[in-house]
């Protein structure tokens, strides 16, 4: 338990070591915090030496994988912070556990924290309890991630240019519960969904565990509403009909009738603890043509439990002529989140750089 604190037990105190990782400490060892000779901040530094923000962040040249974190458990992450440069969706985190091969977490940067948009779009602003974006494109993670002998965290920057990365990862070492899961994210996109086909958000899931949220992005490729469409959870063995199915996907986002500002007839950005559509972006009339939404639902209070397998889709559905429910090809994106045993499934191949790329 003392690995994972909350405000119910934060006065208990216990025998866990507090660890960081960060350009000043890229291994997180204990008093070497602000050591670093070299560094992104030497020149400014020059006048004041070591001890004063020589090694504030990294370059990662085009192509390069760089290595965020190697760690040695049993610990657990509890938060990471960061603010890349570039193109979001041309900055890849890969986390694996426990000397594993695949990655456990596959993801571009910007999708993993909610804000995959990027581009030329504003950073929205997210203030909810598993992640935050905050002002000037802080990135912020406090989804809890326990590991018994290793934690490795990469970042590989596939874009033509070079990039800056800021981070810090703060971690735990201490002794992990024995039921405690292993954390994943799956990023996947479909642009534009076939016509007539559902969404497919997370499949092929083997192990017990239990499906913690979903963070999307709907870029509308119509005129009108585009989300009718159900969410639906297929658990340990269901087959042609799921355990459970939405009512609609502003619905399960949390939201009602177009998530409407019924004063304004516009859609009314939102964001809270466990859910939001926290942004819209509105066509200009020019460059940005289309309409495009970002929405996140944590299931912290109300987490989906499988036991064997889990698969997860949702329909997109607008309206047509008299009142007839019309199948949309949409630009879809999304992340899922869950926990589970290990070994982690192999993932579907992310899409090459122009498929990632935002048009």
Same mark, same amino acid.
């Given at each position: 338990m003392s690995l994972f604190p909350g405000l119910h037990s934060l006065a208990i105190?216990?025998?866990?070591?507090?660890r960081s990782i960060s350009?000043?400490?890229?291994?997180?060892?204990?008093g070497r915090g602000g050591a670093a000779t070299e560094g992104t901040g030497k020149n400014c530094a020059r006048d004041l030496g070591v001890g004063w923000k020589i090694s504030p962040s990294v370059k990662i040249a085009a192509g390069e994988t760089f290595t965020l974190a190697d760690i040695a458990g049993p610990g657990a992450i509890q938060h990471?912070?960061?603010?890349?440069?570039?193109?979001?969706?041309f900055s890849i985190l890969r986390i694996y556990w426990d000397d594993q091969e695949l990655p456990s977490i596959e993801c571009p940067v910007g999708d993993f924290f909610a804000a995959g948009w990027g581009?030329?779009?504003?950073?929205?602003?997210?203030?909810?309890?598993?992640?935050?974006?905050?002002?000037?494109?802080?990135?912020?993670?406090?989804?809890?991630?326990?590991?018994?002998?290793?934690?490795?965290?990469?970042?590989?920057?596939?874009?033509?240019?070079?990039?800056?990365l800021y981070y810090q990862v703060n971690?735990?070492?201490?002794?992990?519960?024995?039921?405690?899961?292993?954390?994943?994210?799956?990023?996947?996109?479909?642009?534009?969904?076939? +016509?007539? =086909?559902?969404?497919?958000? #997370? $499949?092929?899931?083997?192990?017990?565990?239990?499906?913690? !949220? /979903?963070?999307?992005?709907?870029?509308?490729?119509?005129?009108?509403?585009?989300? +009718?469409? =159900?969410?639906?959870?297929? #658990? $340990?063995?269901?087959?042609?009909?799921?355990?459970?199915? !939405? /009512?609609?996907?502003?619905?399960y986002f949390c939201g009602s009738y177009n998530f409407e500002n019924r004063q304004t007839k516009q859609y009314q950005p939102f964001t809270t603890p466990y859910s939001g559509l926290h942004q819209v972006i509105r066509p200009d009339g020019l460059y940005q043509s289309q309409q495009r939404f970002a929405m996140y639902r944590w299931h912290v209070v109300d987490p989906i439990r499988f036991r064997e397998n889990l698969r997860v889709t949702i329909q997109a559905l607008g309206w047509r002529s008299a009142g007839r429910y019309l199948p949309l090809r949409d630009d879809i994106a999304s992340v899922a989140y869950w926990y589970q045993t290990l070994p982690t499934t192999g993932f579907p191949t992310l899409p090459g750089k122009d498929d990632l790329e935002i048009t």
């Open positions: 105190l216990s025998d866990v070591e507090s350009p000043e400490n890229f291994t997180g060892e204990k990471i912070w960061m603010t890349p440069t570039g193109n979001w969706r581009g030329n779009a504003p950073t929205p602003q997210l203030s909810s309890l598993a992640v935050c974006v905050n002002p000037g494109s802080a990135f912020n993670c406090y989804w809890p991630m326990p590991f018994r002998r290793r934690c490795r965290m990469t970042i590989q920057n596939i874009d033509a240019e070079s990039m800056v971690y735990a070492l201490g002794d992990v519960p024995a039921g405690a899961g292993y954390f994943h994210a799956q990023f996947r996109r479909c642009n534009p969904l076939p +016509e007539k =086909e559902v969404y497919t958000i #997370l $499949d092929a899931v083997r192990g017990r565990g239990h499906y913690v !949220g /979903t963070s999307m992005l709907w870029g509308s490729n119509s005129n009108g509403w585009w989300g +009718e469409g =159900e969410i639906k959870f297929y #658990l $340990d063995g269901d087959d042609e009909f799921p355990t459970i199915c !939405g /009512t609609g996907t502003e619905d």
